[in-house]
């Protein structure tokens, strides 16, 4: 079944989990500021991994981040990973060269990637774990006890001009430690909330989205940045879209999944407008 269709049961435990009491007294409510414009960032990895199937050019990635930018990307994000399973270095050669927003580069903290970063000074490093044998991008980065390793990769892109983004799960000492180290940006990792959707755990929808809503309320007053991914799809978009303190989104392996079916461009356009719709909606931030 299409995510576009999910059963109606599932729809509802989201907007259960995260949307404000039937009778909560919004006249009396203390008045919202305007909601900040979240940003959409489309990963485009997997147009690389279907091209590296048959080891030739097609599909390209760099004509997927025109089209994902012509649905409505503010940026474009690309994972050059050590093993190269999907994005190559050429890729990000082009994509820097050629595309029309800020390009995001997700990698590992190694010396390696740190040359790759200074030598193409993409707009934002995000900084992710990396284990040879994961399918994708499996929890979030050990800051805490690695802050030592971590320190001089973001200090030398930082002094390079490039934004720095930690790609953590969303938990308050990792936060902290984020901030300690002078980084730009957190992207809380979404993937479990997004595996209590599939699972259809209603107590686990609510606990992560309560998780995330703290956690990018305390990133938020530490000064950071905040962004959110991994395994977002139509009908887990909106309960995260909604929390007022994230400011932009990467979104990849879904949407080129639906891609096949109507297109890249229309796939990006329909996730853009449920992220448009759900900030529209009242959100409290939690006491911390
Ligand atoms: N953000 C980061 C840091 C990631 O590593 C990934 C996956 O590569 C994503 C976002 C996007 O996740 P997905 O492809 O599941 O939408």
Redesign the pocket.
Known sequence: MPQSRAPKSLAEKLQSAVSLPQDAPRETAPAMPPPRVLRL?I?I??VATVRNARGGLHPDPLRAAHLAIEGGADGI?A?LREDRRHISDADITRLKNEITRPLNL?MAATDEMLKIALRHVPHAC?L?PERRQER??EGGLAVLGNEKTLQPYIAALKDAGIRV?L?IEPDLATIDAAADLAADIV?L???RY?HAALDHDAAGLAREVQRHTIAAAAAASAGLEV???????YNTVAAIARLPDIVE????????GEAIFCGLSSAVRRMRHLMDDARTVDVRRPAL
Request: charged share 10%; net charge negative.
């Open positions: 960032g990963n990895d997997h994000t994972h997700e995000c992710v994708t991008t983004s790609f992207e990792h979404t993937g997004c962004h959110a991914g991994h395994g977002l799809t989104l990467n979104i990849g392996h879904f949407l080129m």
